[in-house]
């Protein structure tokens, strides 16, 4: 019995070895597997920023269309005029066009400077309005037309220094023929 024994206790310990070693070899698949993850996670990370990146800075124009525009130093500021109701021409009927106009300006201090004007430009752009015919208001370029024309009256009629004498453009906020 003593041989039994004997040969049972090298068993034994063998077999702890072996379950130590296998312990570790899983260990090391873990952390393999682990490293593997991260660094295809950080791979994959650092490829869809670099795609961020070249979708964020537009492609070179030609020399010839580039065009340099000011800094802009914030959002952008605006003059709203009172909306105006004006009886426009549509052959014997007479017809209302209801309409809110706004100005988009340079900056804040352009805003100011044409609110001394709104009674000046009111009253011409009633003229203009009351001018037009409901065919010519109907179409997009009959609007466009008339946003042209009111942005054109504008800068020929408000002082300031600066391009365009501050006036970007001109928006409308409603626009209704009834």
Known sequence: MSNAKAAEAPAEGGGDEEAAKKKKKKMMIIIIAAVVLLAGGGGGAFFMMKKD???????PEPEEEVVEEPAKKGPPAFTILDPFVVNIS??????????????????????DNMKAYVPIL?????????SKQVKELQ????KQALMDELLDMARDTVQ???KDRGIVDVHFSSFVIQ
Not at 95 to 107: A, C, E
Not at 139 to 142: E, I, N
Request: a positive charge; charged letters at 35%; proline letters at 4%.
């Open 160 to 162: 300031y220094k600066g």
């Open 90 to 111: 549509d052959g014997d009927e007479k017809r209302y066009l209801q309409i809110g106009i706004t100005f988009q300006v340079t900056d804040a201090k352009a805003s």
């Open 122 to 130: 009111r009253s011409r752009i009633l003229l203009i309005l009351a």
């Open 139 to 142: 179409t997009v370029p009959g």
């Open 53 to 59: 990146k070249k979708k964020k800075k537009p492609a």
